[in-house]
């Protein structure tokens, strides 16, 4: 049977039942997959990143090759810097649009952090990045 769904499956994700991994982007940081990866054939990805207690950030500048970058912020606090924006603090409640190819970084953040993150498509090159 052919799916009703144009490139989609039907997901769900619950937190008691998902899984934080350390295997992601950045290691001062732990990542849960929400399934939308594989329900999407990859052209979207949302995961729930939380801080690992203890560790920070470098500080690294960089930019992601992407479509679109979402982030909202669900506990605690996180500081970015963007190029051209200046700092901001993310606290709960708070959502920021990342353009594509933005210059940015993390600067600080809140052992108690989690966010999640929407992305497209779901696997992008990530580059570093001189000061602007």
Known sequence: MTSPFKNQSFTIAHADSGTFKGAGLRPFFEYRD????DA???THGAHVIRAVPGMESPGTWHSHDLDFQMVYVTKGWVVFE???????LL?????????AGIKHR???HS???ELIEIISPAD???Q?????
Do not use: N, W
């Open 82 to 88: 963007y190029e051209g924006e200046g700092e901001h």
């Open 128 to 132: 570093d990045e001189e000061a602007p």
């Open 111 to 113: 052992d108690d952090m």
């Open 34 to 37: 929400l399934g939308i990866k």
């Open 91 to 99: 606290r709960e409640g708070s959502c920021v649009l990342q353009p």
């Open 40 to 42: 999407t054939k990859g």
């Open 106 to 108: 993390e600067l600080r």
């Open 124 to 126: 992008f090159p990530t």
